[in-house]
């Protein structure tokens, strides 16, 4: 099993920036991706974007390339979000999630097997 912890939410300005943080923990030698997923109310999960975690490789949601930027540091199991730019739209209950397909990178949340509590960003006009 692998366990996430997500920190960093808040509440900010449209055009300001925030940083969520994800801790892993578990059979972290297991995952193969790490991501995240964003709810809004009334709406669907949303893929936001995912990074590889021996690579590096990152991939984004088209709504949020350029201004959303996947980290990970393997040496103590965390990955970040940074957030700039942020909008309005951009509110919602982002998740931290962990596939341990390897060779896949999913933009769906049934291809990802862990998941954390998520952490609330609003984004006031």
């Known amino acids: 099993q692998v366990q996430l912890v997500e920190s960093g939410g808040g509440l900010v300005q449209a055009g300001g920036s925030l940083r969520l943080s994800c801790a892993a923990s578990g059979r972290t030698f297991s995952i193969y991706a790490m991501g995240w997923f964003r709810q809004a109310p009334g709406k669907e999960r949303e893929f936001v974007g995912a990074i590889i975690w021996s690579g590096g490789s990152t991939y984004y949601a088209d709504s949020v390339k350029g201004r959303f930027t996947i980290s990970r540091d393997n040496a103590n199991n965390m990955v970040y979000l940074q957030m700039n730019s942020l909008k309005p739209e951009d509110t919602a209950v982002y998740y931290c999630?962990?596939?341990?397909?390897?060779?896949?990178?999913?933009?769906?949340?049934?291809?990802?097997?862990?998941w954390g509590q998520g952490t609330q960003v609003t984004v006031s006009p």
């Open positions: 999630v962990a596939d341990s397909s390897w060779g896949v990178v999913g933009r769906n949340p049934y291809e990802y097997d862990y």
